[in-house]
């Protein structure tokens, strides 16, 4: 084990839109530095060539940003820590050629990382909150991923449930589409659900076995749903705009929660850690938190810069594989699939 010394981990995170680069301090988050893509705006989802070409433009500025943040200069770095997958492959690539060269330039190790790792180990990040104690259930909640894996330890993980279709965030990013908002729709839907009715609209909770979900099957039920009342009503969406978004939001999270209480019962385990983009949810968050006081769970929420894609999750894991001298070989090669 490396221990005593404080290390400082630079990790970099590009598996989908967001290039993003922090520094560590063991588990202390010295800088946290994202770049957006916002070109995929106008397509109404991730395009993924554009994707890579804009990793490839934001990753120097990016790394260099989060560097000058932390106070530091890069002969202090004592690994690097990449994401190697799941993800967009080209985005990847990027995020992955960067960190091996980095290294070899630097001569100090390279960590690979689970993104989905990230997700659920950024709950142990120095950021004043209690960290989860084992066992507990992880509930990764995004726009590519929505699963419930029971950790056992940090490295120990086992998906109990998962996503048979889409994933959630998926799910509320094509509802809006279809209701007219930005992309991603899923803070637009949370904002306007505000002033809505949840109970307005009733739509139906797919069917999954165990503790599986399926979003696919309300995703088309809502769209059939809209298509069919704004042939009758023009105007139908704008009027009911508010409601709609509370009532699908409401649905939404339904889905999830059935199973969520559904692991609790058959696991026992009633100490629960949620992450991921949809994680921002307000009424996600909420629900959580009443349902935590009934029930009597211990549940973990990120600060909201540690929900949506962010290198600090990375980095995290990276000084976790640090202590025990997990590192990766130069022959290390980024994959789309990468089960956790
Ligand atoms: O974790 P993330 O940044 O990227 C993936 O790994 O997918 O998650 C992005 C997803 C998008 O689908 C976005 O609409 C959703 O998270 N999201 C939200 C909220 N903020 C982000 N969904 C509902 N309510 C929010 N406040
Ligand atoms: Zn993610």
């Not at 990016?62 to 967009?88: E, M, N, S, Y």
């Not at 991923?145 to 950790?151: A, D, N, P, W």
């Not at 959580?288 to 290198?311: G, M, R, S």
């Amino acid at each position: 084990m490396i221990e005593q010394k404080p290390c400082y981990i630079l990790a970099i995170e590009s598996s989908c839109d967001d290039t993003a680069a922090a520094v560590l301090k063991n588990d202390l988050v010295l800088s946290n530095s994202i770049a957006n893509q916002s070109i995929h705006e106008a397509y109404g989802g991730v395009v993924p060539e554009l994707a890579s070409r804009a990793h490839q433009q934001n990753i120097v500025p990016v790394v260099d940003q989060a560097i000058k943040k932390a106070g530091i200069t890069k002969h202090q770095l004592d690994a690097i820590a990449f994401t190697r997958g799941p993800g967009l492959l080209g985005s990847l690539l990027v995020g992955t050629s960067f960190a091996k060269s980095l290294s070899m330039g630097l001569s100090i190790p390279l960590i690979e990382v689970n993104h989905l790792q990230g997700h659920l180990l950024s709950h142990f990040i120095a950021d004043g909150n209690p960290n989860p104690t084992f066992p507990f259930l992880g509930i990764t909640v995004s726009g590519g991923h929505t699963q419930i894996v029971k950790v056992t330890n940090y490295f120990t993980m086992e998906e109990i449930g998962r996503t048979q279709d889409d994933a959630i965030g998926e799910a509320f990013d094509k509802c809006g589409k279809v209701l007219g908002l930005g992309y991603p729709a899923g803070p637009h839907i949370d904002r306007l659900a505000k002033e809505g009715d949840p109970a307005a609209f009733t739509f139906p909770i797919p069917k999954a076995e165990g503790l599986n979900v399926s979003y696919s099957g309300f995703k088309t039920a809502v769209i059939n749903f809209l298509h069919k009342n704004t042939q009758n009503n023009a105007a139908f969406i704008k009027e009911n705009l508010a409601d709609l978004c509370a009532s699908i939001q409401y649905t939404l999270i339904e889905i999830i929660f059935t199973k969520i209480f559904k692991a609790v019962e058959q696991t026992g385990i009633k100490e629960l850690a949620i992450g991921g983009g949809v994680a921002a949810n307000s009424g996600l968050r909420e629900k959580l938190q009443t349902t935590a006081k009934e029930k009597e769970w211990t549940v973990h929420i990120p600060p909201f810069a540690y929900t949506t894609d962010n290198a600090a999750m990375i980095g995290i894991v990276g000084y976790l594989k640090y202590r025990q001298e997990s590192f990766a070989g130069l022959d290390q090669a980024a994959t789309a699939r990468l089960p956790i």
